[in-house]
């Protein structure tokens, strides 16, 4: 396993944009599959956009279009680029692995971070 560091949240505008940043203690290159979870108030965690090692990408329908999910396995980081922020968007979010993906099995298999807080509103 690796902890996961997210940084990049923070106050915008609607209409605004934000880059979030998740670093690794250690090598992500094992890990198939890299994702960004968010957390709203008062709401169960949803996972936003995933990334595998060979460039899939993949994106809950709130935020297609919008979003953009990246990695640098050679940095061990994974970037959530958000234009065109909205209200809704408001939440904690945060990064992790999904190392058994391809078996089937969507459950993060890292701690979680703290996540960074991302807030929409004018």
């Known amino acids: 396993q690796v902890q996961l560091v997210e940084s990049g949240g923070g106050l915008v505008q609607p209409g605004g944009s934000l880059r979030l940043s998740c670093a690794a203690s250690g090598s992500i290159t094992g890990i198939n599959v890299m994702g960004w979870y968010r957390q709203a108030p008062g709401k169960e965690r949803e996972l936003v956009a995933l990334v595998a090692s060979g460039g899939f990408t993949k994106y809950g329908d709130s935020v297609k279009g919008r979003f953009t999910i990246s990695r640098d396995n050679a940095k061990n980081t994974v970037s959530l680029q958000m234009n065109s922020l909205k209200p809704e968007d408001t939440a904690v979010y945060y990064c992790?692995?999904?190392?058994?993906?391809?078996?089937?099995?969507?459950?993060?298999?890292?701690?979680w971070g703290q996540g960074t807080p991302v807030t929409v509103s004018s």
């Open positions: 992790n692995g999904l190392r058994l993906y391809y078996s089937g099995i969507e459950t993060p298999t890292e701690p």
